[in-house]
T-cell receptor, first 114, second 114 residues
Framework: GDSVTQTEGQVTVSESKSLIINCTYS????????LFWYVRYPGEGLQLLLKVITAGQKGSSRGFEATYNKEATSFHLQKASVQESDSAVYYC???????????FGDGTVLTVKP | EAAVTQSPRNKVAVTGGKVTLSCNQTNNHNNMYWYRQDTGHGLRLIHY???????EKGDIPDGYKASRPSQENFSLILELATPSQTSVYFC?????????????FGEGSKLTVL
């Protein structure tokens, strides 16, 4: 089946430093899945951060970026300078184009230290 | 404001009892989904629906039933609850077509089965 792997369960970064959260995927039943990053801020519900539906394209939101790399089957999340308000849990996910079913990674807890 | 609301938000049930989790959406989306999330893991799909009257099995449907009586409502039913079904359950709605995978989530229902 399809799967998403996030290698870091927890990441701690100092404010104003750069960030990368790794995500790789395996889409055995889908040609080119849609790729997503979802985020859960403390006390809030799960919400979409960014999405990319075309291989080779980059998505961006709130200073975060992720590029759909179909050769490496990766969709890493990056930010040049993190803020304390970025502390949250980040989930990488892929979807089947027809059903919209999402397959999630296990999530990465980001803590930004002041 | 478009929203997905779940009830109850917290539920304690006994082993062998029946549990119904309800979900209502005002997004007018065709697709609805039930996921469960266990500590330290990503969300896993239980059942989903393409519209009123339809239900489909997700990745982990055993022990669960679903019901979609209307566009707005989607229920998850545990006929004989077991302690292994202790988890947080999330309902979501989403569109069909090219935008699939962009889901809108409820706040979650925490279920404890004793």
């Amino acid at each position: 089946g399809d799967s998403v792997t996030q290698t870091e369960g927890q990441v701690t970064v100092s404010e104003s430093k750069s960030l990368i959260i790794n995500c790789t995927y395996s889409a055995t039943s889908i040609g080119y899945p849609n790729l997503f990053w979802y985020v859960r801020y403390p006390g809030e519900g799960l919400q979409l951060l960014l999405k990319v539906i075309t291989a080779g394209q980059k998505g961006s939101s709130r200073g975060f970026e992720a590029t759909y790399n179909k050769e490496a089957t990766s969709f890493h999340l990056q930010k040049a300078s993190v803020q304390e308000s970025d502390s949250a849990v980040y989930y990488c996910a892929l979807s089947e184009a027809n059903t919209g079913k999402l397959t999630f990674g296990d999530g990465t807890v980001l803590t930004v230290k002041p | 404001e478009a929203a997905v609301t779940q009830s109850p938000r917290n539920k304690v049930a006994v082993t062998g009892g029946k549990v119904t989790l309800s979900c209502n959406q005002t997004n007018n989306h065709n697709n609805m989904y039930w996921y469960r999330q266990d500590t330290g893991h990503g969300l896993r799909l239980i059942h989903y629906s393409y519209g009123a009257g339809s239900t489909e099995k997700g990745d982990i449907p055993d022990g669960y039933k679903a019901s979609r009586p209307s566009q707005e409502n989607f229920s998850l039913i545990l006929e004989l609850a077991t302690p292994s079904q202790t988890s947080v359950y999330f309902c979501a709605s989403g569109e069909t077509g090219w935008n699939t995978g962009q889901l809108y989530f409820g706040e979650g229902s925490k279920l404890t089965v004793l």
